[in-house]
């Protein structure tokens, strides 16, 4: 199975035992959707809906934290998830979440796991059979076990590792000429980051960009996306892209910075820079 799949090979493979669906879409608090209520109207048949926002470590007062070991393999027994499962990963939202999921499959030991290119979006467009409601359950077997060296903490970025570090927020918010919208984070970035927005990575139509195509938009940020490198957004979900755009690249020896700017922004003794990349 590649990486990123198509909505013709998804559509020849429903109903395949092994075959795991997961619609992974978020919207932020402001944008008036819901997704829970927008999967329950309409998803691909037999997707499950893996929810960001409760998969999460919920003793952290920053949003979308890594759960530990035994919390996420309970939540994906409890979705009827298997470990061993070929998972399909979806979403439906202008931040393309689904990459999220991806990352956070494999950090806690799914080998098989690939993004719908386009998403719900795509297959929609071209007329394939959605449901409602949520499929039956189903017993799974998921024994997680967290990767070592995919992740950073804010102490490692602030000591330094030697990596360069790649914020995948939008120009406006990198450069603090636009707000936070998380109370109590301030505007900016980690001193010496460089900018390249996660939008950049997908063509108009949402679907991912490939070989030459990603390797123009990160040498445009003075990126090589060959090497290693951390990832930061503003609350480790849309950073993903960056990680899974080096995945497809054949570099995974990029590491998420979980915390990202919800966690950095919101300290008042880390430094900040304002203004474009230096």
């Not at 990352?103 to 993004?115: C, D, E, Y």
Request: proline share 8%; glycine share 10%; aromatic share 8%.
């Amino acid at each position: 199975m590649d990486d990123l799949v198509s909505t013709a090979w998804l559509a020849s493979e429903l109903g395949a035992p092994d075959l795991t669906i997961l619609d992974a879409t978020y919207f932020l608090p402001d944008a008036g959707r819901s997704a829970r209520d927008e999967y329950d109207r309409r998803h691909i048949p037999g997707a499950r809906f893996f929810d960001i926002e409760a998969i999460v470590d919920h003793d952290q007062i920053y949003p979308h934290m890594l759960p530990d070991a035994p919390c996420f393999g309970q939540a994906m027994r409890d979705l009827g998830v298997g470990q061993d499962d070929r998972i399909i990963v979806y979403d439906n939202s202008p931040l393309r979440t689904a990459v999220r999921a991806w990352f956070m499959l494999r950090h806690f030991g799914a080998p098989h796991v690939a993004l719908l290119d386009g998403g719900l979006a795509k297959w929609v467009a071209e007329g394939r059979p959605t449901d409602g409601g949520e499929p039956a359950g189903r017993e799974a077997l998921f024994d997680a076990e967290a990767r070592q060296g995919d992740t950073v903490t804010k102490e490692e970025v602030a000591h330094g590792l030697g990596l360069p570090l790649v914020d995948a927020r939008s120009q406006p918010r990198f450069e603090g000429s636009e707000k936070d919208p998380r109370p109590g984070v301030a505007a900016g970035h980690i001193p010496g980051a460089r900018n390249l927005p996660y939008a950049a990575c997908y063509r108009p139509d949402g679907t991912f960009k490939r070989d030459s195509e990603l390797e123009e938009v990160f040498a445009a940020a003075g990126v090589d996306p060959r090497q290693p490198f951390i990832a930061s957004c503003g609350s480790g979900v849309t950073a993903n892209s960056l990680v899974f755009a080096a995945h497809l690249l054949g570099n995974d020896r990029v590491r998420l910075y979980d915390g990202s700017w919800s966690e950095w922004g919101a300290d008042p003794r880390s430094e900040k820079e304002l203004g474009p990349a230096r």
